[in-house]
Each structure stands twice: as structure tokens, then as C-alpha cells.
């Protein structure tokens, strides 16, 4: 039996163990955070292989030094796909359609901001370069909004601590279906279309991110295979071997938004039949590295 140390949220945690039982792999919860840690002494406890490099690098720093694994998306994969800019560029170069996008590193002046979107129509998206789960976008209709919230960006980039001074302003795709393909070592294991809840769009119909850690649910879908092709060259292009990749689609245009290296395991009847063979056979891949 492998030893599998998994970093996730409780929720993967949680849908992992049995399955993964099954083919001989022990699940365990290795606590990167929220702990203290005694760097003089050897941990007590022993693991085989990684289950994905901890999304705060630095304590992720500690625990691979500890434990000295292979990981299942390591510290490179993590920094390329948090990236959301440089994702992009290169999904870009590898002909990959995004959306219309435009980074800004601060400090830049308003007239270099203003000059950037003088391509792009009104509303645009503002989004941070490193954050997940829908924190910090908003959506802004004109031009003074935009520089408004540009103002807040400015301050936060302002201090010190503040490790990414990147933000993308990206164009808005109104009424796209959001989808999030996964993929597990090139090949396409399911995936799903998030949706507005229904109790949130009675309430108010102008909502329109679809992040389920902002209340949109996922429906597990047939995926065509056009996305799926999509879905594919994006994780060879970055070289990912567990990737979640969402896609836009509007009436005429399909796009690779967003990528994630570490993307939640949703209810695995979203997925296929053979979605644990393969992320087991990845598992045990990683562990003979």
C-alpha cells in the first residue's frame, strides 16, 4: 500500500479515502497550516507520495523539505497555473483561444491604464493575477469605475508585504456558459457547467460569476468534444498533469479563461467511471519518480 499525503481541503480529503482504498493506496491528511512545527525534529509520520503541493508556498516549502515526496502537481505546477497572466501568454502563444486580456504591474500611471483598454468595450473584468475562487474580481462599466477600482488596487499593491503586484483587465463575456473540464495525465475524466443557483438568479438576475465558493452549483455534463480537445492541449501546453480547466462558450466564441492546479474533486458521478483508476494510476506514477 502506498501512504498518500493530501494537503486538500476536507472535502477532496473526504472523497479520496474509500476510492482510492480500492487501489491500494492509504489516504492521509498531511496539516500544512494552522499548526506549529518543530524544525529541530524529524516528523514522526511517513508518506510516499503528495496529493497536490500546499497552495501557500511557503508553508509548502516547509512540509516538502520535511518529508522530501514526490507530489502529484508539485510547486512548479502550482506557481505556473496560480499565474493567471502568464497562463494566458503561454495558452496564447500555443494558439489556445483566451479571452482578450491585458496585465497591468503596478505602479503604472491612469494614462497607461486608460491606453491599455482602449481596444476593449465596456463592462470589462478586473481581476487579481493570483487569486482563486472568484476573490477580488469585479466587473466595471466605464471608465471612471475602472479607475475607481484601480485606486484600491494602488493601495493594497502600496505595502510592502504585498508579493504580487499584478492584476489582469480582461474583456467581458456576457451570457457564457462556464465550464470546468478535468484532466488527469492527458486524458479527460468528466467534468461540469456551473450554473447561477436558481435561488440566487430569483433574487437578483444580474449576478454572473459562476464560482461554486460563490454559490453557483456544478452539473455534471456531457462535454463536447471540442471542449475537450481545448482542455487537452491547455494541460500539455502547461505541462500539468491534474489540471481543472475552465472554458467560456457564447454563441460564437469557446475560450480558456482560467486553469487549476488544484481543483476540488466534485461528486465523482460528475466525472467518468474510470476517473479513480486514472487519478490512482497518476498516484502510483508519481510515487516510482
Do not use: C
Not at 14 to 27: G, K, S, Y
Not at 161 to 181: G, V
Amino acid at each position: 500500500m502506498l501512504t498518500l499525503a493530501v494537503t486538500t481541503a476536507s472535502t477532496t480529503f473526504d472523497r479520496m479515502q474509500e476510492p482510492l482504498t480500492n487501489h491500494d493506496i492509504t489516504v492521509e491528511h498531511l496539516q500544512a497550516t494552522q499548526r506549529t512545527v518543530d524544525l529541530t525534529q524529524s516528523p514522526t509520520t511517513e508518506y510516499d507520495v503528495g496529493f497536490v503541493y500546499p497552495g501557500r508556498l511557503m508553508e509548502g516549502g516547509v512540509v516538502s523539505a520535511r518529508h522530501n515526496i514526490p507530489w502529484v502537481n508539485g510547486r512548479d505546477a502550482i506557481l505556473t497555473s496560480r499565474n493567471k497572466a502568464g497562463v494566458l501568454a503561454m495558452l496564447e502563444r500555443a494558439e489556445i483561444p483566451v479571452p482578450e486580456t491585458r496585465v497591468i504591474s503596478n505602479p503604472v500611471e491612469y494614462d497607461a491604464v486608460t491606453a491599455a483598454v482602449d481596444t476593449l468595450s465596456f463592462p470589462v473584468v478586473i481581476k487579481p493575477n493570483s487569486a482563486t475562487r472568484g476573490i477580488g474580481v469585479t466587473k466595471v462599466d466605464d471608465i471612471d469605475s475602472l479607475l475607481g477600482t484601480i485606486d484600491y488596487l494602488d493601495l493594497i499593491h502600496d505595502y510592502q508585504a504585498t508579493d504580487d503586484k499584478s492584476y489582469l483587465i480582461q474583456e467581458f463575456l456576457p451570457n457564457a456558459r462556464d465550464y470546468r473540464i478535468m484532466v488527469v495525465d492527458g486524458t479527460v475524466v468528466g467534468g461540469v457547467e456551473r450554473r447561477i443557483s436558481r435561488s440566487h438568479a430569483n433574487t437578483d438576475d444580474t449576478r454572473w460569476k459562476h464560482n461554486v465558493h460563490r454559490g453557483a452549483t456544478a452539473h455534471g455534463v456531457q462535454i463536447p468534444d471540442q471542449y475537450q480537445e481545448l482542455a487537452l492541449k491547455t494541460a500539455a501546453a502547461l505541462d500539468i498533469s491534474y489540471l481543472g480547466v475552465d472554458i467560456l462558450v457564447t454563441e460564437h466564441r469557446v475560450v480558456v479563461s482560467e486553469t487549476n492546479a488544484r481543483p476540488t474533486i466534485d461528486d465523482t458521478k460528475k466525472y467518468d467511471a474510470d476517473f479513480w483508476d486514472r487519478l490512482a494510476a497518476l498516484i502510483h506514477q508519481t510515487a516510482r519518480e
